[in-house]
């Protein structure tokens, strides 16, 4: 089984030549509605007589109940409009990664420190995972959000924990930990606009330089309670 659900609709996969036995994604990645799926799966993989849900026989028999059928055709609809014309397509991935590259340089002009997690020319095109330095990006998150920038702190799976994929990449050490822990993600769409990243970079740079603000604050708080109590 391959998980790709971060690149279903923004590549052309063939199941075929990769020689998966099924592969899955998610239409909220490419502009479909959310809480439905896609599952590919090779002839021959899937066996109704072991699947763990039974009754009506929908889904080839392979999961009982009701269909979303709305849901489905929505997301058949947006999958063909991301893919169906491979000039556009080509046309888009370029105009995307401009945009990406353009945000990330301006945030590592502006951050000093800044960190950026994995490759950022041979993965996603996309997507940036970048790490503050001494900040917190769940506070980062939530300060850019009120300036009406959505980013993330971690994945949608795994909510309010810590990164398995950076504590694998970067180990257990009390940097690693400090590097997670200011760690945000940023993903782009080919609807998005060149002004758009760039307010989103402004506001983000604020956010950050916000967060060290308050926590210098709380540092002198502490040092000051700290005095008390001597």
């Given at each position: 089984h391959t998980d790709a659900t971060q690149m279903m609709g923004k590549y052309y996969l063939h199941p075929e030549r990769l020689g998966v036995d099924l592969m899955t994604g998610s239409a909220h990645k490419f502009h479909g509605p959310r809480g439905v799926g896609i599952l590919y799966a090779r002839e021959g993989v899937i066996n109704p007589s072991a699947t763990t849900m039974t009754g009506g026989g929908q889904e080839r028999g392979c999961r009982s109940g009701t269909e979303n059928v709305p849901a489905i055709y929505g997301a058949a609809i947006a999958f063909d409009n991301m893919m169906d014309d491979v000039s556009r397509w080509e046309e888009r991935v370029t105009r995307v990664k401009t945009l990406r590259d353009t945000m990330m340089e301006t945030l590592r002009r502006s951050v000093p420190g800044l960190i950026v997690n994995g490759d950022p020319y041979n993965g996603l095109y996309n997507t940036m995972s970048i790490s503050f330095p001494n900040a917190h990006g769940h506070a980062i998150c939530a300060y850019a959000n009120k300036g009406g920038v959505a980013i993330g702190s971690g994945s949608a799976c795994s909510k309010g924990k810590p990164s398995e994929t950076l504590q694998a990449m970067l180990g257990d050490s009390?940097?690693?930990?400090?590097?997670?822990?200011?760690?945000?993600?940023?993903?782009?769409?080919?609807?998005?606009?060149?002004?758009?990243?760039?307010?989103?970079?402004?506001?983000?740079?604020?956010?950050?330089?916000?967060?060290?603000?308050?926590?210098?604050?709380?540092?002198?708080?502490?040092?000051?309670?700290t005095k008390k109590q001597r």
């Open positions: 009390d940097v690693a930990t400090k590097i997670i822990h200011g760690t945000v993600r940023i993903s782009l769409s080919h609807l998005n606009t060149a002004s758009q990243c760039s307010m989103a970079v402004d506001i983000i740079i604020r956010a950050w330089r916000a967060t060290l603000d308050e926590n210098r604050e709380e540092m002198k708080r502490m040092e000051q309670r």
